[in-house]
């Protein structure tokens, strides 16, 4: 059984640093690519990262470029994301995704549970 782990969500003010995990277990991670989506309450799932499975082809969704940084250790099986300078419009569940392709929630096999992130002005 597949599963993706979200942790490392929480309440931080605006200009803090932030960083998610997301563990994977029933796959074998360096297989897949990985992202990250968020959700904004009344909003739809938007992309935000995604690395391709050897770390290689990396992509972001503009708001984040130079904030945000994707990364992957396949020997832990784990996905992060590192978030600095966050920002109140980051406030969102995150979740990660895997086996897709670039940015469209549709590819993607599967999610995680999603991890809150509220950033406070």
């Known amino acids: 059984q597949v599963q993706l782990v979200e942790s490392g969500g929480g309440l931080v003010q605006a200009g803090d640093s932030l960083s998610l995990s997301c563990a994977a277990s029933?796959?074998?991670?360096?297989?897949?690519?990985m992202a990250w989506f968020r959700q904004a309450p009344g909003k739809e799932r938007e992309f935000v990262a995604r690395t391709g499975w050897t770390g290689s082809s990396i992509l972001y969704i503009d708001s984040v470029k130079g904030r945000f940084t994707i990364s992957r250790d396949n020997a832990k099986n784990t996905v992060y994301l590192q978030m600095n300078s966050v920002k109140p419009e980051d406030t969102a569940v995150y979740y990660c995704?895997?086996?897709?392709?670039?940015?469209?929630?549709?590819?993607?096999?599967?999610w995680g549970q999603g991890t809150q992130v509220t950033v406070s002005s």
């Open positions: 029933g796959l074998r991670l360096s297989r897949y690519s």
């Open positions: 995704a895997a086996g897709g392709s670039g940015r469209k929630v549709e590819t993607y096999d599967y």
